[in-house]
C-alpha cells in the first residue's frame, strides 16, 4: 500500500492560496517546502486517503518503463569534478521513462522525461536527508520557470486577482 509522506496528513490539507513562497530570493527550501505541499499534499495524500494504489502522480504520469542498472563515473573526468556524486565510483540505479501526458492520450507533441535515481549516496544533500540522489530531465531544451521561487509563483497565480 502506498505510504503518506511525512508531515502530511488529509487533517491539515494544504492549500495553494494566499500562502507565500518565499520570503526572499534566496529562500529555495520554503519554496521547495511550498512545492512539496502543492503537488504532494494537494495531489497524491488525497488520492491515497481514498485507497488510489499506486497514487497517481501530479505531473509526468505516463510512464512508458523502468530500468534498473548501475551508474557508473568515468575514472578519467578532471580532478576538479570529482565532487559530491561524482566522487564516488558507481551508484546503483533506477531509470524511469515517462511523459507530461494523459497515460490514455498519445505521446507526440508532448514533454517526455527520464528521471535517475542513484541509490547509496552518502553526504550531505541540498535537499532533504537520505542515501539517494535524483536527476531529472525533459526533452525540451528550456523550462517555463528558471527556478523553484517562480515555479511556486506561477502555481500559485490565479486568474481572479
Not at 512545492?35 to 505516463?62: C, S
Not at 537520505?130 to 525533459?138: C, L, P, W
Request: overall charge positive; charged content about 25%; proline content about 6%.
Amino acid at each position: 500500500m502506498a505510504k503518506k509522506p511525512k508531515n502530511l496528513s488529509i487533517k491539515t490539507l494544504a492549500t495553494a492560496n494566499n500562502v507565500p513562497c518565499w520570503s526572499n530570493d534566496k529562500d529555495v527550501e520554503l519554496a521547495c517546502q511550498r512545492l512539496t505541499e502543492m503537488f504532494v499534499g494537494l495531489g497524491q495524500v488525497p488520492r491515497i486517503d481514498k485507497g488510489q494504489q499506486p497514487a497517481q502522480r501530479a505531473v509526468f504520469r505516463k510512464q512508458h518503463g523502468i530500468a534498473y542498472g548501475h551508474f557508473i563515473i568515468n575514472p578519467d573526468i578532471d580532478p576538479q569534478f570529482k565532487i559530491g556524486i561524482f566522487a564516488g565510483k558507481e551508484y546503483e540505479c533506477a531509470v524511469r521513462f515517462s511523459s507530461d501526458t494523459l497515460p490514455s492520450s498519445p505521446d507526440l507533441h508532448s514533454t517526455l522525461g527520464l528521471a535517475v535515481k542513484l541509490f547509496g549516496v552518502d553526504g550531505p544533500k541540498l535537499i532533504g536527508e537520505g542515501d539517494t540522489a535524483d536527476f531529472i530531465f525533459q526533452n525540451m531544451d528550456r523550462f517555463f520557470t528558471k527556478n523553484a521561487q517562480q515555479m511556486c509563483q506561477f502555481t500559485n497565480c490565479r486568474r481572479d486577482r
